[in-house]
């Protein structure tokens, strides 16, 4: 008897469900000892049954990455498209950036944090063009905040890549730092250290009429 063919819409139910597992089991077990069988068995279908829906546990793991870097992207790009001042929009991203790490840890975790291969580590391998996505994926999301400080008359066409790295690279250290409740242990106000990072943060972007506030991030009011 010929096998049912599944609507997309299930099928894509079925692989979000898989793509939410495996993300549990790697921070549970870490990559290198998650295997095909053992999400299987968290998913509850057969070894042969998950392979019809993804090729390795190399392809789950970059679709995870993927999944998350184009959320990101998402409600970076709400931001640049809702604000017409570019400091304003920057002010708005740092924000919306701490909330997605803050609200999303284990997506966080393996998109920046985990123990995993990295693009380069997939040259020549089978599993490259996924790999390419996902750095394409980050990469693109990268680029919003970009946009808005090139859009940034206080900010020299110079400077701009180094700006962008210096946002996300002190924003990804509070999320990792904070979600790891490192800060919590050596600040006593680990809310009131973030807000002041942040205002130093936005220093080269800078207008007198306009302060930073970042109060109920922690929170999520």
Same mark, same amino acid.
């Given at each position: 008897? /010929?096998?049912?063919?599944?609507?997309?819409?299930?099928?894509? *139910?079925?692989?979000?469900?898989?793509?939410?597992? /495996?993300? *549990?089991?790697?921070?549970?077990?870490?990559?290198?000892?998650?295997?095909? &069988? *053992?999400?299987?068995? &968290?998913?509850?279908?057969?070894?042969?049954?998950? =392979?019809?829906?993804?090729?390795?546990?190399?392809?789950?793991?970059?679709?995870? !990455?993927?999944?998350?870097? $184009?959320?990101?992207?998402?409600?970076?790009?709400?931001?640049?498209?809702?604000?017409?001042?570019?400091?304003?929009?920057? $002010? $708005?991203?740092?924000?919306?950036?701490?909330?997605?790490?803050?609200?999303?840890?284990?997506?966080? !975790?393996?998109?920046? %944090?985990? @123990?995993?291969? &990295?693009?380069?580590?997939?040259?020549?391998?089978?599993?490259?063009?996924? #790999?390419?996505?996902?750095? !394409?994926? #980050?990469?693109?999301?990268? /680029?919003?905040?970009? *946009?808005?400080?090139?859009?940034?008359? #206080?900010?020299? #066409?110079? @400077?701009?890549?180094?700006?962008? =790295?210096?946002?996300?690279?002190?924003?990804?250290?509070?999320?990792?730092?904070? %979600?790891?409740?490192?800060? /919590?242990?050596?600040? !006593?106000?680990?809310?009131?250290?973030?807000? &002041?990072?942040?205002?130093?943060?936005?220093?080269?972007?800078?207008?007198?009429?306009?302060?930073?506030?970042?109060?109920?991030?922690? %929170?999520? %009011?």
């Amino acid at each position: 008897m /010929a096998r049912k063919t599944r609507s997309p819409e299930v099928v894509e *139910k079925v692989k979000q469900n898989i793509i939410e597992e /495996a993300m *549990k089991l790697i921070i549970e077990v870490g990559f290198f000892h998650m295997s095909m &069988r *053992k999400l299987a068995d &968290r998913v509850g279908m057969s070894a042969t049954n998950l =392979y019809y829906y993804y090729s390795n546990r190399d392809e789950i793991y970059l679709n995870i !990455q993927i999944k998350g870097f $184009k959320a990101l992207q998402e409600v970076l790009e709400e931001v640049y498209i809702s604000q017409n001042d570019p400091f304003e929009t920057l $002010k $708005k991203m740092i924000r919306v950036y701490l909330e997605f790490g803050f609200n999303n840890p284990d997506y966080y !975790q393996i998109m920046l %944090n985990s @123990d995993t291969p &990295r693009y380069l580590e997939y040259r020549g391998d089978k599993a490259e063009p996924v #790999a390419l996505e996902t750095k !394409q994926a #980050a990469l693109n999301a990268l /680029a919003v905040p970009m *946009k808005a400080i090139e859009d940034n008359a #206080a900010v020299p #066409a110079v @400077d701009v890549e180094f700006r962008a =790295y210096q946002l996300w690279i002190t924003l990804h250290g509070i999320v990792t730092l904070y %979600n790891r409740n490192i800060l /919590a242990e050596l600040n !006593q106000t680990p809310e009131k250290l973030i807000i &002041r990072l942040c205002e130093e943060l936005m220093l080269p972007f800078y207008k007198s009429q306009t302060t930073l506030t970042t109060e109920g991030i922690i %929170n999520g %009011n």
